[in-house]
């Protein structure tokens, strides 16, 4: 067995209503002055008021920052920094889908080290100290209340990622009640997105992919799949929705040792020029990634095909069942109301070249892909995904 390291967040809660417990969760961990990272959309929903009520009723100044975009840029997190220097911040609250703890995770790096944003991306770069770090996801997706990893768009299209275990928060807190009110387009390609995070961590040729990784990629994915279904058609499905919440959270902890790959090189240029969310963005071009990769990767697909789809252990062969495992995966899109083509995101045929010359900078993720890809192969895959 060859050596491997595996990161994950200190403390992990998993109970209905314990968000609004935060103080007491928390402890004297956050200390006497709180920014809390969150977005509009939740404030104005007020997903928000029995967290912030639970920090206020304990003493503590809370500095609340609600400006977090999807896909959130360079200059949203150093507003929300510059708004936690000015209050003098002692802890970090992120509160909210990827892109408020994606926030919130850098934040607290800058804040907790006056380190320059320039010289933490890339994996390893971040040296830290970060100040006090909760996360509480309200979508089950992106597992980021357990992974290392920060995505920030920087200038009009181009991602980049600080990767470091300095940003694992302390404290991750999964409230299934917050998922409840989530409309079934989110609920839908949140989980896809999580079942995404398994089947690339499980199948990635990166050299700390490990047997952790792997065991809790395939429990995230006989959660998710189990349960995706159910939480679309009966969105206050409380045990269904915390079922999903644990498997996007396994699923993170498995991608956050394991690294994706190429479907989420792919669906990076969807996200970052046409603004399709993330979730959705992964569920066009995944079935076309898998293809691709099949003749290098049909036997850990095969392995994990009755994980997610129990009915996929009656197919017989490798190569028979991997094939069957991509097919379902493309069926559950269209069952749960996805769109499954380019065009039908806006995205003109016009755009694919250019979306696979940017697909190309996110060789962080394409070394991990089974099967080695060029800007030829990724064209090809957008074709066929339009």
Known sequence: ??????????????????????????????????????????????????????????????????????????????AATAAGDLAQVTGVVGFGGGSPLDVAK????????????????????????????????TTAGTGSEVTPVSIITVGAEEKRGVSSPILLPDIAILDASLTLGLPAPITAATGVDAMVHAIEAYASVNANNNPLSKMLARE????????????????????????????????????????????????????????????????????????????????????????????????????????AFIDALADLSKRLGMQTRLREVDIPETALEKMATDAMVQTRLLVNNPREMTEQDALNIYKQAW
């Open 1 to 78: 067995m060859h050596p491997f390291v595996f990161n994950t967040t200190k403390s992990l809660v998993f109970r209905p209503g314990a968000s609004g417990e935060l103080a007491d969760v928390a402890g004297t961990l956050l200390g006497a002055r709180v920014l809390f990272v969150t977005d509009p959309g939740l404030r104005k929903l007020g997903l928000c008021d029995d967290a912030l009520a639970s920090l206020k009723a304990a003493g503590i100044a809370v500095t609340v920052f609600d400006e977090v975009e999807a896909d959130p840029s360079r200059a949203t997190l150093e």
């Open 106 to 137: 850098v934040a607290s790096l800058l804040l907790g080290s006056r380190e320059v944003l320039d010289q933490a991306w890339g994996v390893g770069q971040a040296k830290g100290p970060r100040l006090p770090l909760v996360l509480i996801p």
């Open 220 to 323: 995230a994915l006989r959660l998710l799949g189990a349960n995706i279904e159910t939480v679309v058609e009966d969105p206050g499905n409380v045990d269904a929705r915390g079922a999903m919440l644990l498997g996007s959270m396994l699923a993170g902890q498995a991608f956050a040792n394991s690294p994706v790959a190429a479907v989420h090189a792919l669906a990076y240029p969807i996200g970052g020029t046409f603004h399709v969310p993330h979730g959705l963005s992964n569920a066009l071009v995944l079935p076309h990634v898998l293809r691709f990769n099949a003749p290098d990767a049909y036997a850990a697909y095969a392995e994990i095909a009755a994980d997610a789809f129990p009915h996929l252990a009656k197919v017989d062969g490798a190569q028979a069942r991997c094939t």
